[in-house]
């Protein structure tokens, strides 16, 4: 087990009810078509150490985001899947988590780089900007909103990283991309554009449609080579969808 363990974060204002309070997964649901490779994966030697470390995390005190890792395998079935978006790691400031890539809980501000997301769906779409920061309804049409490690601490981004999820998530990620059926990918940074070898190792890779931009944090969403701002995912995701006949999605 690792033991370069991040320092407890100052603040705890987090209610038991919006954060991570025992590391239990067989007690977190899923959705048809994902208890497998879950299974697989807790049982693993992966998944025991993952266990192992953020269990300890917990008891040492620390606040851990989101009260469900596994909440987009909850709403989205794993045949349901149309949409994949792949984000980094659960936000970590106190009640924004909660469990899906991007999608912070109703009533939290919405976060920057979502923020440019609604202003990409604005320009795409004609959408007016959302009152809500949560995309449960997008889970619910068949949007995998995964990121690839699954819990956080309370104000360290990034501290529960390569600890051992990203082999769960990379797993997720071969499994949705070996289906017969067209889907998208949307890859937006370096970090997502990195696990594009995972979907172009299907071999259904020549039906899928994978598109790729920067990552819509204010940072890099206008930058080139590929700014998020203008890329029209939204739009030409539908347009394939109603090609391929599966039908658009209500974004």
């Given at each position: 087990?690792?033991?370069?363990?991040?320092?407890?974060?100052?603040?705890?204002?987090?209610?038991?009810?919006?954060?991570?309070?025992?590391?239990?997964?067989?007690?977190?649901?899923?959705?048809?078509?994902?208890?497998?490779?879950?299974?697989?994966?807790?049982?693993?030697?992966?998944?025991?150490?993952l266990g192992g470390f953020v269990q300890q995390r917990l008891d040492a005190g620390a606040v851990v985001f989101p009260p469900q890792p596994?909440?987009?395998?909850?709403?989205?079935?794993?045949?349901?899947?149309?949409?994949?978006?792949?984000?980094?790691?659960?936000?970590?400031?106190?009640?924004?988590?909660?469990?899906?890539?991007?999608?912070?809980?109703?009533?939290?501000?919405?976060?920057?780089?979502?923020?440019?997301?609604?202003?990409?769906?604005?320009?795409?779409?004609?959408?007016?900007?959302?009152?809500?920061?949560?995309?449960?309804?997008?889970?619910?049409?068949?949007?995998?909103?995964?990121?690839?490690?699954?819990?956080?601490?309370?104000?360290?981004?990034?501290?529960?990283?390569?600890?051992?999820?990203?082999?769960?998530?990379?797993?997720?990620?071969?499994?949705?991309?070996?289906?017969?059926?067209?889907?998208?990918?949307?890859?937006?940074?370096?970090?997502?554009?990195?696990?594009?070898?995972?979907?172009?190792?299907?071999?259904?890779?020549?039906?899928?449609?994978?598109?790729?931009?920067?990552?819509?944090?204010?940072?890099?969403?206008?930058?080139?080579?590929?700014?998020?701002?203008?890329?029209?995912?939204?739009?030409?995701?539908?347009?394939?969808?109603?090609?391929?006949?599966?039908?658009?999605?209500?974004?």
């Open positions: 087990m690792q033991t370069n363990l991040w320092p407890l974060s100052s603040a705890s204002s987090a209610s038991p009810a919006a954060r991570l309070t025992a590391w239990q997964p067989q007690t977190w649901p899923v959705a048809a078509g994902w208890r497998t490779v879950v299974d697989r994966f807790f049982s693993g030697e992966a998944g025991v150490r596994l909440r987009a395998l909850a709403l989205t079935p794993l045949d349901e899947v149309r949409v994949v978006i792949l984000g980094q790691d659960p936000y970590h400031g106190a009640g924004q988590a909660e469990g899906l890539a991007f999608s912070v809980a109703p009533g939290e501000k919405i976060p920057p780089s979502l923020r440019n997301i609604f202003k990409e769906l604005q320009c795409d779409l004609g959408l007016p900007p959302a009152a809500s920061g949560s995309l449960v309804r997008w889970s619910q049409q068949g949007v995998l909103l995964l990121n690839t490690s699954l819990t956080v601490e309370e104000g360290l981004p990034a501290s529960h990283a390569h600890q051992g999820w990203e082999a769960l998530t990379d797993a997720i990620l071969q499994t949705v991309s070996q289906a017969e059926r067209p889907l998208v990918f949307m890859l937006w940074g370096a970090h997502a554009q990195g696990k594009r070898a995972l979907i172009e190792s299907s071999p259904h890779r020549a039906q899928h449609l994978v598109q790729v931009a920067n990552h819509p944090s204010p940072l890099s969403a206008s930058r080139p080579p590929a700014p998020f701002l203008g890329c029209g995912h939204f739009s030409k995701a539908n347009q394939f969808l109603v090609s391929q006949k599966v039908g658009p999605l209500v974004w």
